[in-house]
Each structure stands twice: as structure tokens, then as C-alpha cells.
């Protein structure tokens, strides 16, 4: 994933499916991280067996969103959390070599959250980073 420089990364998650990037002045936060594509099922027998539906609903479910874009293989939305903060994310549903399996499905996500009062500073960040993932 490419980040603006003035970011600074804690070290890879100790699962190794992630990071934190934190903005070196200021507030603002970058996680980018993946995991395996899971059948919604196996987590909640009530749940819509669609997992990108899943996916978003549990993403989302933090959030007031104000804007969504959801396609087949990726979704993108921003909104505020609890305390006003403006977040973006984009979540890209693909295949990887996982452990042998060249079609293995994996969701990977970019999210950034930062005070509104930043938005001037951080808007056009959102496109950037979210731009990393294709």
C-alpha cells in the first residue's frame, strides 16, 4: 500500500495481516489491513450469506455514513464516528496465493480517520491511499 510521507508506520500487526500509520503532527490514522474470506454464515447463522454484504455492515456498523459505494468486488464509504471524526474506507474483495491455494478470496482494507476540523488538510488523501488498492 502506498502512504503519504508524513505518515509513519508502526510495524507490522503480529498476525501479520496489518499496520497503523499515524500521522506524524496531528491526529490523523491509517490502518491497512486483510483478512480471509469467510462464509457469514459460520459467524452468524442469521447473517445474509453474501459475505461483501457482511463485510460492509460490520464496517460500517461503527459509523454514521453518509456516503456508500458498494460493487461486486470492492466497497467504499465515508462518514463521522462517535466523536465527529470523518472516516473513508475502500475494501477490495480479491484472490491471493494463500498457502498453496493460488484462489484463495481475501478482503484487504485502507481506512483513514481524522478530525473534521482537518478535512482541508486530509480530503484529498482519502483518493490517494484508497487509489493503492486496485
Known sequence: ???PQDFKGEGESTSGDGQR???RQGSAKIWAFGHLVMDPRDLDENADPDPMKYELKSATSDYKVAYKV?????FIFSGTDDKGNIVYCKTVKRKIDYLGDPATEVFQ?????Y??????KYKDYCTYIAGSLK
Request: glycine share 0%; proline share 9%; hydrophobic share 55%.
Open 70 to 74: 458498494v460493487k461486486p468486488n470492492f
Open 115 to 120: 478530525p473534521a476540523a482537518e478535512q482541508e
Open 1 to 3: 500500500m502506498e502512504y
Open 109 to 113: 482494507t485502507v481506512m483513514i480517520l
Open 21 to 23: 500509520f499515524l500521522a
